[in-house]
């Protein structure tokens, strides 16, 4: 906890992360090498692949497996160009635009979204399917999935599958091995400044996947591959990389490694406790999540927590509470004082 800022009443990891003190150093050192000219392109390049090797360790997977970007819609929007005319993609209901959207957008070359309960995800999977889409933590509610039977329905039938880790990485222990492609914004649970995202390849993706995205950064000699016309890729996951936004990337990296550095286990396990202890002194179900919803149709939760100087979100009808490494059981002493104080709450879980 006291590597991070001070996060006291801060429940909103779903929707950014805080920094570290180390992610606000180097982000700071930055500007005075950017003022006094000092900064060079070189030099964030080196910073992007230690952040792709950092990464790639926090998930589970090798480097060359790793690509870069700035935002995860543009990495699904990747996959969804590779799918064959007609093809059928399953996505869970509700769930977040940025895994969805880039698929509707194909409907014009007769990809189908077939949408279905998260509960009923596995057993929605068919012949004929070709790919399954889905977050491993639901931004809305919090529920993971249990990635087992929809991965071997997948299989049954040929079907790729895409995870988006966004919500889980640096907070629950994940591994993008299992997964024929992964996307994962860091600046949520991983605490990364807004601007740096990873997508994760297996071999079938490889192979099937095309980088309609090249540019330069996708070059097999970055330095070499800035003009055409001859194009050379990178022969791993390094092809599907985009340009970084490079002021991201000091940050990004400090944040990573301070991750990198963490047990994941114990980090759900401190997130989840936080969360049950919260559902035992409202009297609501436990949901052993690190993301926790209650009913709040009209806001009136949310309201009254911003009132008391606690930061949360509000979420598709509901009042949506994150609970992450800079969180302690004072924070579950303000939420449920304030929420006690408001007229009609009841918090079902």
Request: net charge negative; with cysteine; aromatic share 8%.
């Amino acid at each position: 906890m006291d590597s991070f800022v001070d996060g006291s009443g801060y429940l909103a990891a779903c929707t950014a992360g805080l920094p570290t003190r180390g992610t606000l150093a180097a982000m700071r050192a930055d500007l005075d090498e950017w003022e006094h000219a000092a900064s060079t392109p070189v030099a964030y390049g080196a910073l992007v692949e230690e952040g792709r090797s950092l990464f790639a360790r926090i998930v589970g997977v090798d480097r060359a497996r790793v690509a870069t970007g700035s935002q995860t819609s543009a990495m699904v929007a990747v996959v969804a160009a590779a799918l064959p005319d007609g093809a059928e993609v399953v996505v869970p209901d509700g769930d977040f635009s940025s895994l969805v959207f880039p698929f509707l957008a194909q409907a014009h070359r007769g990809v189908r979204v077939r949408s279905v309960p998260l509960a009923s995800l596995a057993d929605a999977v068919r012949p004929g399917t070709s790919l399954v889409a889905w977050s491993a933590v639901q931004s809305s509610s919090g529920v993971v999935t249990d990635p087992g039977p929809v991965l071997e329905a997948a299989r049954t039938v040929g079907a790729l599958t895409l995870c988006d880790l966004t919500q889980a990485a640096g907070v629950l222990p994940v591994d993008a091995a299992r997964f024929d492609v992964t996307v994962t914004h860091a600046y949520k649970w991983l605490c990364a400044p807004r601007g740096v995202a990873f997508s994760t390849f297996s071999d079938a993706a490889l192979e099937r996947l095309r980088p309609v995205q090249a540019g330069w950064y996708a070059g097999a000699d970055v330095w070499g591959s800035c003009y055409g016309p001859a194009m050379r890729l990178a022969d791993d996951a390094r092809r599907f990389d985009v340009s970084p936004a490079w002021q991201a990337w000091p940050g990004a990296v400090a944040a990573l490694r301070h991750v990198a550095a963490l047990d994941a286990t114990s980090s759900w396990r401190h997130a989840t406790r936080l969360t049950d202890r919260l559902a035992d002194t409202l009297g609501s179900p436990r949901s052993g999540q690190a993301i926790t919803t209650f009913a709040d149709a009209d806001g009136a939760a949310l309201r009254a927590l911003a009132a008391a100087g606690i930061s949360a979100s509000g979420r598709a009808g509901r009042l949506r509470l994150a609970f992450h490494l800079w969180n302690d059981e004072d924070d579950v002493t303000r939420v449920a004082d304030a929420l006690g104080a408001v007229d009609g709450f009841r918090p079902e879980g």
